[in-house]
Every structure is written in structure tokens, then in C-alpha cells.
């Protein structure tokens, strides 16, 4: 019940508290409201303490390895990387997602192994995170009686908050366990609002198209980085609805979708600058900083993604960023050499799918994997295989041939294994390829 009111008040505190008028006095307000974090918060960092009083461009622009490899001293609470890896790949394999380190949520992010990501959140803020959730995405008012389902791949104290009686009610789907007793759970449930990755959102709506549940949910929000095209037609086409996105990330919950489809970024609590790829079409990946972290500072942390920029205000009014699109992320990036430069140039992840999206008659869905410069690996899923092989690689091969590089092979590597809990990656590149070599710095 505590909790409950806790998440009501963070609820209120972001949905009604005066917000600013203009850019001008948003970032005015920012910078004030970044001093009083980095006195109150930052102060008990030993990594962060000496640059307290400083403005906050001389922090240091942080990556997803720096922070890993500078845990220990970069967060407030003495916590150790090591201890974290144990207690959170011990939770994984018993799938017992309680315990906590000295009351702090602890885990890793979803990725390769090698490449994961660490995060630690305090229940003060874990529930300023479900009350922001809420604040941006309920339909109506919160005192209406809401239960909503949420498909994870990995459960995490983090999201257990409001699960029992009240107004509100969660609860969790472990996307580890068979989707069909994922879909027999939810048709026991009967959620009003299903928050889940895109690929789950997918098998739950291909379930419910073939009559195995019966759902009836006023609002389906999908919650990863890229929403698909093909996804978001087909799992609207089968609830009737539009999908709702929010772009949230181990970082945090990072924007919500307006009514007309722009996401916002929450920059009534983080901070966004922009590392610049291409101005021209508005491409940039985030440097965010975050006010509501307290037990692991995010303070310049620059984000893998690449987000597309609205050239226009949004119709909504909001002076909040708008983005246009989640392209995907930096490892989404093609890169072919240049047929006259020695260099490799980029191809960005949009090409590939839109080349791809108009054939969805033939392609049900697709994977494209590039291991190397010279070869693209393709799997599809077709009830014509060969010929849905024949047309991906004509459609792949006008969409690069319009870029100025030598045209890898394409490789048929035959059906794709779908799998709930896997984080579906349509558009991928296996190997390395520095930021700085594809944009650098200064452009
Ligand atoms: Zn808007």
C-alpha cells in the first residue's frame, strides 16, 4: 500500500508539476536542476566527486565499457562490480530474480556475452520508474483499475513494484517459459495494457490470429528500441489498435510516443546531447544524463543507438526532443568499401528495412547478418523460400547499388529460428567498426 501511494505521488509529481515554456527556459531549468544532482547525488561518487561545481560538459562522455570497467568508484554505494556479476548470473540461471545487494536491484543488461551492461537501482527508484511509466503512458486517469501485463525477457526486482491488489496491478510473463503457456496465462489474466518487446507483442498477436487466446487490451506499448514496420502492421492489423512505443534502455526509461506517434524524450529528467552522425538527415546517437539515478550515476553516458531527429515541431505542442524514429543500433549499421576511396562506408539500417518492407507478400520476416565486408548473409521466412530468397537479394542489391561501394555477395542461409526470449536484431553487423572511422568527430 506504501508502495502503491509512493508511485501515485511520483505518478502526480511528473504528470502535473509545472513544466517550462520554451527551449530556453528547459535547458535553463536543466542546468540548475544538474547542479543541485551532482551537490546532492554526484557528491558521493568517488569517480564523480572531484567534478562537482563544474558545468557539465567537463564530465566525461562515457560508454557502455567505461562504465563497466569504472563501476566500482563510479557508483555512490561502495557496490562491486564483481559481487553484482555473481549474485546477477546466479539469478539467471535459478531464475530467482529477488535477491538484492544491500537493497539495490542489481543485474545485467541483455547482449552478448563479453558485451553486457551493469545496472543497480535503489527501490526509491524503481518506483520514480514505474510512476514515470505510468505519468506518460496511461490512457485517462490512474484511478481507474488497471492490469497490466509485462513480457520480459529477464525479471528483475526492478519491475515488480504495484503487483498486488491495488488500483493497479502488474504482472510478469518470464519470456524464458513456452509462449503457449505464456498466452494461456494471459488469457487467464485479461490484461488492459500489455508493455512487451516487439518480437513477443508479435507470437502473442500470431496466438491470438489463430484463436489461442482472447485478449481485449485498450493499449499495447511496445518497449525496445526499434518497432518494426512489419511488426507494428501486423500486431495492430490483429488487436484492432495502434501500437504505443516507449524507448526505454538499461540507462533508464529514456521517451514516450506522443498521440501522433513522435517519441519525446523525457527531458523533464534526463539530459540529451547529440553526437552528431549526419545533421543532414538528423541522425545522432544520445549523451544522456539522468537526474534520478542515485545509486549509479548516469552522467554523459553516450548511448548505442542512433535516434532520427524531427525536422519539424511535433503537432502535440511538446518542446520535449521529438524523434522521428529508433533506427536501431550502431552495430545495426551495414559497411561496405567504398568503390573509390579506401574506406568503408556506412549503410544505414532503414535502407535494408524499407527495401525489404514492400515485399511483405512473399517475406514474412527477415534477418540480415553481416559477418564481413564482402558477403551478406540472408534468412527469410516464406512459404516460397527460393523465391523469397530471389527477390530479398534483387531488392537488397538496388537498395546498396544506390551507395557509392562494391556490392557484397549474398548468402542464402535458409529459415530463421525465432525465439521469444532473443532480442530479434532484423539488420546486423558482426564485425568491428569504430564510430570515429564512419563520421568522425568534427562533421
Ligand atoms: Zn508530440
Not at 505464456?182 to 500470431?206: F, K, W
Request: with cysteine; glycine share 6%; charged share 25%.
Amino acid at each position: 500500500m506504501i508502495d502503491e501511494l509512493q508511485i501515485l505521488w511520483h505518478y502526480a509529481r511528473a504528470r502535473y508539476r509545472p513544466v517550462p515554456r520554451s527551449r530556453r527556459d528547459l535547458e535553463a531549468w536543466q542546468a540548475k536542476r544538474f547542479q543541485a544532482f551532482a551537490r546532492r547525488t554526484l557528491s558521493r561518487s568517488p569517480f564523480y566527486a572531484p567534478y562537482v561545481g563544474r558545468p557539465l560538459e567537463d564530465y566525461p562522455v562515457i560508454d557502455k565499457s567505461r562504465m563497466v570497467a569504472d563501476f566500482d568508484t563510479m557508483n555512490t554505494r561502495k557496490l562491486r562490480r564483481e559481487a553484482i556479476l555473481d549474485l546477477a548470473l546466479a539469478s539467471e540461471r535459478s531464475r530467482d530474480f529477488k535477491p538484492l545487494l544491500h537493497g539495490i536491484s542489481v543485474g545485467l543488461s541483455s547482449g552478448t556475452s563479453g558485451n553486457r551492461g551493469l545496472f543497480a537501482v535503489s527501490p526509491t527508484e524503481r518506483r520514480l520508474y514505474v510512476g514515470a511509466i505510468l505519468a506518460k503512458c496511461l490512457p485517462g486517469s490512474i484511478l481507474r483499475r488497471y492490469r497490466i501485463a509485462l513480457l520480459l525477457r529477464a525479471n528483475n526486482t526492478l519491475y515488480e513494484e504495484a503487483s498486488k491488489g491495488g488500483r493497479i496491478s502488474y504482472r510478469f510473463f518470464d519470456l524464458v517459459r513456452p509462449i503457449g503457456d505464456i498466452c494461456a496465462d494471459l488469457d487467464a489474466y485479461q490484461p488492459d495494457i500489455i508493455i512487451g518487446p516487439p518480437q513477443s507483442l508479435r507470437l502473442v498477436a500470431e496466438a491470438q490470429a489463430a484463436g489461442r487466446l482472447a485478449i481485449k487490451p485498450v493499449k499495447i506499448i511496445s518497449s525496445a528500441e526499434v518497432l518494426d514496420d512489419i511488426d507494428r502492421r501486423r500486431i495492430g492489423a490483429v488487436f484492432g489498435r495502434p501500437i504505443d512505443q516507449i524507448y526505454q534502455a538499461t540507462e533508464g526509461f529514456l521517451g514516450a510516443a506522443c498521440r501522433h506517434g513522435t517519441i519525446h524524450l523525457n527531458e523533464d529528467f534526463i539530459h540529451v546531447e547529440k553526437r552528431w552522425i549526419d545533421r543532414a538527415s538528423g541522425r545522432f546517437m544520445p549523451i544522456v544524463t539522468d537526474f534520478t539515478r542515485c545509486t549509479q550515476p548516469i552522467v554523459r553516458y553516450r548511448l548505442d543507438d542512433i535516434l532520427v531527429a524531427r525536422d519539424t515541431p511535433c503537432p502535440c505542442g511538446s518542446i520535449h526532443l521529438g524523434i522521428a524514429r529508433i533506427e536501431g543500433r550502431f552495430d545495426d549499421i551495414l559497411a561496405a568499401p567504398s568503390r573509390t576511396h579506401d574506406r568503408l562506408v556506412p549503410i544505414m539500417p532503414d535502407f535494408i528495412r524499407d527495401a525489404l518492407a514492400h515485399a511483405h507478400d512473399v517475406i514474412a520476416d527477415y534477418r540480415i547478418i553481416q559477418r564481413d565486408p564482402a558477403h551478406i548473409d540472408i534468412q527469410l521466412s516464406s512459404p516460397e523460400p527460393s523465391h523469397a530468397f530471389a527477390i530479398a537479394q534483387q531488392r537488397l542489391a538496388a537498395a546498396i547499388g544506390r551507395f557509392d561501394v562494391l556490392m557484397p555477395a549474398f548468402r542464402n542461409l535458409g529459415a530463421i529460428e525465432t525465439s521469444a526470449l532473443r532480442k530479434v536484431r532484423r539488420v546486423e553487423r558482426r564485425f568491428p567498426v569504430k564510430l570515429e572511422d564512419l563520421w568522425p568527430a568534427s562533421s
